[in-house]
């Protein structure tokens, strides 16, 4: 059974630009959640999809935002990059209530 | 809201010694524990969990960890651990206020755990 699959796993992008990051959870997980780590704050909650809607969001400005789609893959997008967006985010996905996340290898985010 | 304090930041210890890593959480509202791990430039993984019933759960690879919601701690220990179990540890807590979906996890700010020789 595929674990989470996240790509790209390795980006550099330039200040003011753009990104687009995807996750395929483990088949037949609904839930999608995206987190972002860096070394100073840690791993902090982005947001969480469910059966394509949005049910939780982190306290993050809205240049970052995400979908869910119908197969449950979801994407997340930076806009207006910023030196401070360079990390590593993590997908995670589970069946929802209560059941183990799983997390992805994650994507490592540069940003110059 | 809940919060997550992981008491060490650094926990170095010898090769077959018993560690503690220790948590304690933060919350208004039951929450769901878990403990994960991070290897260097991986992801994370799930360690163990508690959800309800016996407070003192068990990974296959030796750790356990017990609940206890008077001090609000949920510390992770090893009797004797192996040179591969350095790597980064992370407690976390899920609010079971959430509704039907839990992928929101409020996460420590991690113990790396560096086993010598």
């Known amino acids: 059974k595929a674990g989470v699959t996240q790509t790209p796993r390795y980006l550099i992008k330039t200040r003011g630009q753009q990104v687009t990051l995807s996750c395929s959870p483990i088949s037949g997980h609904r839930s999608v959640s995206w987190y972002q780590q860096t070394p100073g704050q840690g791993l902090q909650f982005l947001f969480e999809y469910f059966s394509e809607t949005q049910r939780n969001k982190g306290n993050f400005p809205g240049r970052f935002s995400g979908r869910q789609f119908s197969n449950s893959r979801s994407e997340m997008n930076v806009s207006t990059l910023e030196l401070g967006d360079s990390a590593l985010y993590l997908c995670a996905s589970s069946l929802g209530g209560g059941n183990t996340i799983y997390f992805g290898e994650g994507s490592w985010l540069t940003v110059v | 809201a809940q919060s997550v304090t992981q008491l060490d930041s650094q926990v170095p210890v010898f090769e077959e010694a018993p560690v503690e890593l220790r948590c304690n959480y933060s919350s208004s509202v039951s929450v769901y524990l878990f403990w994960y791990v991070q290897y260097p430039n991986q992801g994370l993984q799930l360690l163990l969990k508690y959800l309800s019933g016996s407070t003192l759960v068990e990974s296959i690879n030796g750790f356990e960890a017990e609940f206890n919601k008077s001090q609000t701690s949920f510390h992770l220990r090893k009797p004797s651990v192996h040179i591969s179990d350095t790597a980064e540890y992370f407690c976390?807590?899920?609010?079971?206020?959430?509704?039907?979906?839990?992928?929101?996890?409020?996460f420590g700010q991690g113990t790396i755990l560096t086993v010598h020789p």
């Open positions: 976390a807590v899920s609010d079971l206020s959430s509704g039907t979906s839990y992928g929101k996890l409020t």
